[in-house]
């Protein structure tokens, strides 16, 4: 099963501290709006996959309601592939270092454009119109490490929902480094997956306290089909 983390009592904790405001964005508009997945890949999913992640697995049923209803209201899917490739892309020799000789080959290995690790989760739906990409960072916003910045600029986005794997590693990167870009930053938070219950829920709270909303993909969807129906009226 997704984390077993009450979201919403995280949201009454951080409303307390901030005189009863609980999410800053209340309304959505699906054509200024990106849905990121991040890193639902094998090399994160399969069952003894180099960096796996049991309860990612569970998410993806809300993944991919989260993608058809952004799809259904005229918004955009983005999914990011975690990509490290050899002898290609700017170099990141402290990752390396930190991971040691074994540890740094395996996880080149495991995410080089093509290898089985390196691939979509087959389970995860990707239709005509969503987008594909790499990122060669945790977050997809580091300089010179993917194309996601200028494919947001191009589509005139300013909103980005998150959902994917791991909340505390790259959607937590990806979503403070969005907000520092100024884009508004909405965590789907049963629509994330860490190692355990305690990471993915402080993970929620640091990022609910100045980085970003949090929704439930109940919510999001409800959201994301009002904003539809109000601009077909």
Request: aromatic residues 6%; hydrophobic residues 45%; glycine residues 8%.
């Amino acid at each position: 099963m997704p984390h077993a983390v009450d979201h919403a009592a995280i949201l009454d904790r951080l409303a307390a501290m901030r005189g009863g405001t609980r999410n800053m964005f209340e309304t959505l508009d699906p054509r200024r709006t990106a849905h990121l997945i991040v890193d639902m890949q094998n090399g994160f999913m399969e069952q003894g996959a180099p960096v796996e992640v049991p309860i990612a697995r569970e998410i993806v049923s809300e993944v991919n309601r989260l993608s058809a209803a952004v799809r259904a209201a005229g918004g955009r899917n983005y999914f990011l592939r975690y990509t490290t490739p050899h002898g290609e892309g700017p170099a990141w020799p402290v990752m390396w270092q930190r991971l040691g000789p074994d540890g740094a080959k395996v996880h080149q290995d495991a995410f080089t454009p093509g290898a089985h690790f390196w691939q979509l989760w087959p389970a995860i739906e990707v239709e005509d119109g969503d987008v594909v990409l790499d990122k060669h960072r945790f977050s997809a916003f580091t300089p010179g490490t993917s194309d996601l910045p200028a494919m947001l600029r191009a589509d005139g986005i300013d909103t980005v929902i998150i959902s994917g794997t791991l909340t505390n590693c790259c959607c937590e990167s990806t979503a403070r480094d969005a907000m520092q870009n100024n884009y508004r930053v909405i965590i789907a938070a049963d629509a994330n997956a860490a190692l355990r219950d305690e990471e993915h829920a402080a993970t929620l709270h640091i990022l609910g306290l100045v980085f970003a909303d949090l929704r439930s993909v109940e919510e999001l969807g409800a959201m994301l089909a009002a904003s539809a129906t109000a601009r077909a009226a």
